[in-house]
């Protein structure tokens, strides 16, 4: 049992490009999000996820899409990298509403 | 739109000191409120949750909390601090949509 896996852990990239953050569970876990974290800014909520093909935003979510073809699976992609988006990523699974998120160990984002 | 505000940004306690970070939040609903802690370098961990029932609840490593509705207010409470406490503790709030919304963190610093 893994918990929540997030590749990479660090990734530089240069304006412009694109890329995808992977995320995976294992837990069976309905509930999916990602969210960046920013010094002095907390944790802020990109987009989530109730279940395999349904997907919502979150209140940062410009620039970025997700998916959800699985219930294991919910990358984060950047269509077009901008410095603002330098950042560290965590993405979170829980099995429903009322129990907590369980947090992978993070994406450290450099947009150069 | 819910929100949530912490207090303090930075405190300083000695060990053996009584804690108490203040968490509000606002949302007019039914609401899950999380209190999580970041090790330096390291991911979220789920401290303690409330979702219905007993207000004061307790979580792992001696922290408790207390949830007073009439306030908006879920505030974490640890009555003898050690230096391994040291962290960024956020507390969060699961209102109408999914995934949740954080406060911007309290860094505790605990000197020995």
Redesign the interface.
């Known amino acids: 049992n893994a918990g929540v896996t997030q590749t990479p852990k660090f990734q530089v990239l240069k304006t412009g490009q694109s890329m995808t953050l992977q995320c995976a569970q294992d837990m069976n876990h309905e509930y999916m999000s990602w969210y960046r974290q920013d010094p002095g800014m907390g944790l802020r909520l990109i987009h989530y996820s109730v279940g395999a093909g349904i997907t919502d935003q979150g209140e940062v979510p410009n620039g970025y899409n997700v998916s959800r073809s699985t219930t294991e699976d919910f990358p984060l992609r950047l269509l077009s990298a901008a410095p603002s988006q330098t950042s560290v990523y965590f993405c979170a699974s829980s099995y429903n509403r009322v129990t907590g998120y369980t947090f992978g160990s993070g994406t450290r984002l450099t947009v150069v | 739109a819910q929100s949530v505000s912490q207090h303090n940004?930075h405190v300083i306690l000695s060990e053996a000191a009584s804690l108490e970070l203040g968490c509000n939040y606002s949302y007019g609903g039914t609401v899950?409120l999380?209190w999580?802690v970041q090790y330096p370098g390291?991911?979220?961990?789920?401290l303690l949750?409330y979702?219905?029932g007993d207000p004061l609840v307790k979580g792992i490593k001696g922290f408790e909390a207390e949830f007073i509705k009439s306030k908006f207010s879920f505030n974490l409470r640890k009555p003898s601090v050690q230096w391994s406490d040291t962290a960024e503790y956020?507390c969060?709030v699961?209102g109408g949509?999914?995934?949740?919304?954080?406060?911007?963190?309290t860094h505790l610093i605990i000197q020995p």
């Open positions: 940004h899950n999380f999580y390291q991911h979220l961990q789920l949750k979702f219905s956020f969060a699961r949509a999914d995934g949740l919304t954080f406060g911007k963190g």
